[in-house]
Structure formats: structure tokens, C-alpha cells
């Protein structure tokens, strides 16, 4: 396989397009590049310092991490961008090319990539989780002190499923702002509110103000499809909003 005609090996995924609606849904009203496949084994269109990141890794991860680079050069080629070494930059994330903004997130079966282009789009991120978690025991390491009364409320299966929510819209956000924030964001420090549209909620810092200025200008969107649940952040100038 070529770092071009990597394939899903003629498999017919009917899973992708439905994530990839829901993607699309969470980004609408922006021009963002998605592009949805499974994890497929794209290690030999890996550029070799690419290869160099998960050279030591189990398959499993250079399986994902290739199908994220093979999904990221197949965005940036839309926006013009000759195809080139996508690298990782101190805390985990892509190095993008300049001109574009960009994320990537994968489960186990599933890979997603999104981009858009950084005169447009401040920041950006994505994350697909499958059911993670079997009890809602990690809500203490997730949630905000002020998150805990209303969450304490919800029974049974609704918490567990709940607590993936937010779990998976504070991955989203910490992909959107990492690289302008520059610094580990704690899951403790941010909180997730609904908003009054249908599966669209909003980040807020109450205590960093320049992270809660970010994610001000941020908007979230998410939801569940075949198992698996799905949150995006986009973070624009306020006048784009
Ligand atoms: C980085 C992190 C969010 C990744 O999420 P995950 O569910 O483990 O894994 P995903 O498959 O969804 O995402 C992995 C991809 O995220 C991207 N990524 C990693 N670190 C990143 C960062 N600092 N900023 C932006 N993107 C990052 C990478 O592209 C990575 O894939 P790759 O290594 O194959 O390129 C998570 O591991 C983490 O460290 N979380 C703690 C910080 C946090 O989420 N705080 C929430 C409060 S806002």
C-alpha cells in the first residue's frame, strides 16, 4: 500500500457514514472537512518520522494512528495541501500545517478527522468514545465540583451514559484548545452546560480566565449512534458565531 491508495480493503462500512452525518451535523454552520473510516492497517503510507512515533507501539496502535494520518492527508488534500508528514507536537497533538486546524480521534473499530482551515477556525476538536466505562465510580476525576448535585440526581444506567457524555465533551474541548492554551487541561477545571439546541452544550473555565474566554467563543455539539458516542468543539472568532 501507497501513501495514496491506502483502502478499507473494499470492505463496505455502513457504520462510517452514519458517524460521519453525525459529525458533519455537530460542524454545521462551519466548513469542516470530515472524513469517517475503520481502522484499517495504513502503516506503509506512514512517512518513516511518522513511523518513528509508533514504531515500538502494539499493532493495534499503528493500525489507528496510521488510519488517522492516512484520514488527515486525505482532509488536507481537499484544502490544496500537498501530502507531507503530519507529526506530533509535546503534548500528543498533530502538528498541522499552518494554514489548517485540525483533529483526530479513534475507538478500537472507528476513526474520525476533522478540518478546517485556521483563518476560519480557531480551534477544533473531536472524540468518538465507545461505552467506556461500566459504573459512574470515575465521576469524582471527570466532573467540576459544581457539576456533582445535578449529576448525583440522575439513576442507574441514565448516569453511567451521562458521565460518558461529558467525559467525551471535555476530550472534544481539550483538542480544541490545547494547542492555544499550551498547558494539561484537568478534566476537574472545565464544565459542560446544555444548551437550549438539541444536543449542543458549552464549556466554561470558572476558574483560568483565559481558557474561559476560549471556550466562550467555543460551541459543542454531540450525540450517540450504534454504541458509540460522539462530541465535537469549535472554537471561532465571536463574530462568527
Ligand atoms: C489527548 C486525549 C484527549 C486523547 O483522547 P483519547 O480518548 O485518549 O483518544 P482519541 O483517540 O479520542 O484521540 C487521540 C488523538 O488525539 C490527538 N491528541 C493527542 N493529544 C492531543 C492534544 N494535546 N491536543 C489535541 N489533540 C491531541 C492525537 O491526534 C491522538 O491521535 P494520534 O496519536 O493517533 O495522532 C486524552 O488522552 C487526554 O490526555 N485527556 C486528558 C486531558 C483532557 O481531556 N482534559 C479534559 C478537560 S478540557
Same mark, same amino acid.
Given at each position: 500500500m501507497n501513501r495514496t491508495d491506502a483502502k478499507t480493503g473494499g470492505r463496505r462500512e455502513p457504520g462510517a457514514?452514519?458517524?460521519?452525518?453525525l459529525i458533519?451535523?455537530?460542524?454545521?454552520?462551519?466548513?469542516?472537512v470530515v472524513e469517517?473510516?475503520?481502522?484499517?492497517?495504513?502503516?506503509?503510507?506512514?512517512?518513516?518520522?511518522e513511523f518513528s512515533i509508533?514504531?515500538?507501539? !502494539?499493532?493495534s496502535r499503528k493500525?489507528? #494512528?496510521?488510519?488517522?494520518?492516512f484520514l488527515a492527508r486525505k482532509a488536507t488534500r481537499l484544502f490544496g495541501i500537498?501530502?507531507?508528514?503530519l507529526?506530533?507536537?509535546? %503534548?500528543?497533538?498533530?502538528?498541522?500545517?499552518?494554514?489548517?486546524?485540525?483533529?483526530?480521534?479513534?475507538?478500537?473499530?472507528?476513526?474520525?478527522? !476533522? !478540518?478546517?482551515?485556521? %483563518?476560519? !477556525?480557531?480551534?477544533?476538536?473531536?472524540?468518538?468514545?465507545?461505552?467506556? #466505562?461500566?459504573?459512574?465510580d470515575a465521576m469524582s476525576l471527570i466532573l467540576h465540583d459544581s457539576e456533582l448535585p445535578? #449529576?448525583?440526581?440522575?439513576?442507574?444506567?441514565?448516569?453511567?451514559?451521562?458521565?460518558?457524555?461529558? #467525559?467525551?465533551?471535555?476530550?472534544a474541548i481539550y483538542k480544541a484548545v490545547s494547542g492555544r492554551i499550551g498547558r494539561y487541561v484537568d478534566f476537574k477545571e472545565v464544565c459542560i452546560r446544555s444548551t437550549d439546541k438539541a444536543n449542543q452544550f458549552a464549556g466554561s473555565a470558572p476558574d483560568d480566565g483565559e481558557l474561559n474566554e476560549l471556550l466562550l467563543q467555543g460551541k459543542g455539539s454531540g450525540g450517540f449512534f450504534n454504541g458509540l458516542v460522539v462530541s465535537s468543539y469549535i472554537v471561532r472568532d465571536s463574530d462568527q458565531q
Amino acid at each position: 500500500m501507497n501513501r495514496t491508495d491506502a483502502k478499507t480493503g473494499g470492505r463496505r462500512e455502513p457504520g462510517a457514514g452514519g458517524i460521519r452525518k453525525l459529525i458533519e451535523s455537530c460542524f454545521s454552520g462551519a466548513e469542516v472537512v470530515v472524513e469517517v473510516s475503520p481502522v484499517i492497517d495504513a502503516v506503509d503510507s506512514l512517512y518513516p518520522a511518522e513511523f518513528s512515533i509508533v514504531k515500538k507501539a !502494539v499493532m493495534s496502535r499503528k493500525q489507528e #494512528f496510521s488510519t488517522g494520518r492516512f484520514l488527515a492527508r486525505k482532509a488536507t488534500r481537499l484544502f490544496g495541501i500537498p501530502d507531507q508528514a503530519l507529526l506530533r507536537g509535546e %503534548r500528543g497533538e498533530v502538528l498541522w500545517p499552518e494554514s489548517l486546524v485540525g483533529s483526530i480521534s479513534h475507538t478500537k473499530e472507528w476513526c474520525a478527522v !476533522v !478540518v478546517a482551515d485556521a %483563518r476560519d !477556525v480557531k480551534g477544533i476538536g473531536i472524540d468518538i468514545e465507545a461505552d467506556r #466505562f461500566r459504573s459512574a465510580d470515575a465521576m469524582s476525576l471527570i466532573l467540576h465540583d459544581s457539576e456533582l448535585p445535578a #449529576f448525583e440526581r440522575i439513576n442507574g444506567h441514565q448516569r453511567i451514559r451521562e458521565l460518558l457524555r461529558i #467525559f467525551s465533551a471535555k476530550e472534544a474541548i481539550y483538542k480544541a484548545v490545547s494547542g492555544r492554551i499550551g498547558r494539561y487541561v484537568d478534566f476537574k477545571e472545565v464544565c459542560i452546560r446544555s444548551t437550549d439546541k438539541a444536543n449542543q452544550f458549552a464549556g466554561s473555565a470558572p476558574d483560568d480566565g483565559e481558557l474561559n474566554e476560549l471556550l466562550l467563543q467555543g460551541k459543542g455539539s454531540g450525540g450517540f449512534f450504534n454504541g458509540l458516542v460522539v462530541s465535537s468543539y469549535i472554537v471561532r472568532d465571536s463574530d462568527q458565531q
